[in-house]
Structure formats: structure tokens, C-alpha cells
């Protein structure tokens, strides 16, 4: 949301955030256009006739979301209360109709992170239908939780079903709202002190925003673990100059290429080297 309209000093701090936020989706919608230009005519061709007009026209026959047809093939053809059925059939509804899901390569090397910190208290900015948080919940030791953040209240809402229907109601809690008001009471009302791992695929223009507001809340430790997605692919720069330059954190690139288009894609995996 674009709010440079408010009657605010350019110098303040609220002006300065303000500015800020508005550079940042900018940012987001000139690397989105640069994509697009990118990818050529035909690839271009196929996300209008294979993403939008498909979903375009689901939607006008069935007159229901995306979403809500998602989670109707999970609930039919997925085992209850198993967490890789579940995933497996996001997966494969993933292959008739186009979702936000996480992709294959990432979605291991999530897993092979994940497995390897054995983190217990876990945050997620940018949780959709909850596939990357039933991932990283599957990984994570017993006792551990993941709290993921969802802006959309009816997503949200399938989210939670999702989460339900694979057993992990007590491990994933599904907040509605944005990442930066989420942030701000993780201590006072989810008993949060210091986070183990954050998983972070949310506005892009915020990536940087909520990352420095997670270290103004004192929210890292010395060896959290920040998985970042689509640092080329839309593309987040400010966030990627930031976590690679700056000596708080140690950082190294995943990449892979896009399924759909075959473009580059990445993601940034840091290490908070910062105190406590």
C-alpha cells in the first residue's frame, strides 16, 4: 500500500518509513516489469493463458478462490493428520493449477536447513496456504513451534484449515495481519524471546523493513538462521545488499531456476552474527 499521500514530515521518523516503504514497492514493481520484459513474448504469453486467464476463468465457473479449490483436492485426496500427504498433494493440485507454492529445490534445501538447526522457536513472514510452514513445522524438533504471518484473512483461513487437516494445529499458529504488527507483540503475547529460525517470503518491499525491525526488537540471537525467498526473481535488492554487506550477518545464496518461466531464481540463507 502506497501511503505517501499522509500529511507527514519528510524529515521525521514516520516520514522517513514512509519514504522508505514507497522507494521499496517501486523497487518491486520496476523489477516485476523488467521480469516480464525479460522473459520474452512467449513465456509472457504463457503466464496470461496459463496462470491468469486460467485462474481468471476457475473462478467465474466455480465462483470460489484458488484457494478454496486447493484446499478441497487436499481435503479429498491427501491421509489426514500426515503432514507429507499433505504436502505432496499441494504439490500435485500445484501441477493443474498454479499456486504460490514453494518451489521443489527450495523446498529440500528448506528441509536440509531446517533439519540441520533443529530450531525450536520458529517465524515465518508470508505464510499464504501454509505449505513452506507445514515444511519447516515437519522439520523442527518436538516441543518446537512455528508462528507464521498471513495478511489475507481468508487465506489465512485456509491456512489454518490446511495446518488442522495435517495434524499440527499445536505446533503452527497462523496470525492474520501484516509481518511488522506481528513482530511487535511476538515477546508480549506469544512469549517469544530470542527466534531460532525465520522464514521470510512476504511483500518484497518489506523484507528489509521487518528484518531490521526483528533486530530493533531484539528478536535474534547470535546464529539465527534468516531464509529469504525470490531474491532475483521478483527480486528484493535493498534486502540482499544488506544481508550480504553487512557484517551482522553471514549470508549465501541458493540458487535454482523457476519451474514455470526457467528464470534464475534465488534465495538468501544468513546466520545473525550480531549479539543477543
Known amino acids: 500500500m502506497i501511503v505517501s499521500r499522509l500529511n507527514v514530515d519528510p524529515g521525521s521518523e514516520i516520514g522517513d518509513e514512509v519514504h522508505a516503504r514507497n522507494q521499496g514497492l517501486l523497487t518491486d514493481l520496476k523489477g516485476m516489469w523488467s521480469m516480464l520484459m525479460d522473459i520474452g513474448s512467449v513465456k509472457l504469453f504463457y503466464v496470461i493463458t496459463r496462470i491468469i486467464l486460467s485462474k481468471l476463468w476457475r473462478t467465474l465457473w466455480y465462483w470460489n478462490t484458488t484457494e478454496d479449490r486447493l484446499l478441497a483436492y487436499v481435503k479429498k485426496t491427501a491421509v489426514e493428520g500426515d503432514p507429507a500427504s499433505v ?20 523446498k529440500l534445501k528448506t ?18 496456504v501454509g505449505l513452506s510452514a507445514i515444511t519447516v513445522a515437519s522439520q523442527i524438533p518436538p516441543g518446537g513451534r512455528l508462528i507464521t504471518v498471513e495478511y489475507v484473512p481468508k487465506i489465512a483461513d485456509v491456512a489454518r484449515e490446511l495446518v488442522h487437516f495435517a495434524g499440527l494445529d499445536q505446533v503452527i499458529t ?7 504488527d506481528a513482530i511487535k507483540v511476538l515477546r508480549s503475547e506469544y512469549h517469544v524471546d530470542k527466534l531460532d529460525f525465520v522464514f521470510v517470503d512476504h511483500c518484497k518491499w518489506q523484507y528489509l523493513p521487518d528484518l ?65
Open 212 to 276: 531490521k525491525l526483528l533486530e530493533k526488537e531484539r528478536l535474534l540471537r547470535k546464529g539465527t538462521i534468516i531464509m529469504a525467498d525470490d531474491m532475483l526473481w521478483p527480486g528484493a535488492p535493498d534486502y540482499l545488499e544488506y544481508v550480504e554487506n553487512d557484517p551482522k550477518y553471514q549470508t549465501e545464496r541458493f540458487n535454482c531456476k523457476a519451474i514455470l518461466l526457467n528464470v534464475p531464481v534465488a534465495m538468501a540463507i544468513s546466520v545473525y552474527q550480531g549479539e543477543d
Open 174 to 180: 497462523v496470525i492474520t495481519g501484516t509481518a511488522e
Open 111 to 128: 528441509d536440509e536447513v531446517v533439519r540441520k538447526a533443529t530450531p525450536e522457536i520458529c517465524f515465518e513472514m508470508g505464510c499464504y
Open 87 to 106: 504436502l505432496a498433494a499441494i504439490r500435485k493440485y500445484n501441477d493443474y493449477e498454479w499456486t504460490m507454492a514453494l518451489h521443489p529445490e527450495k
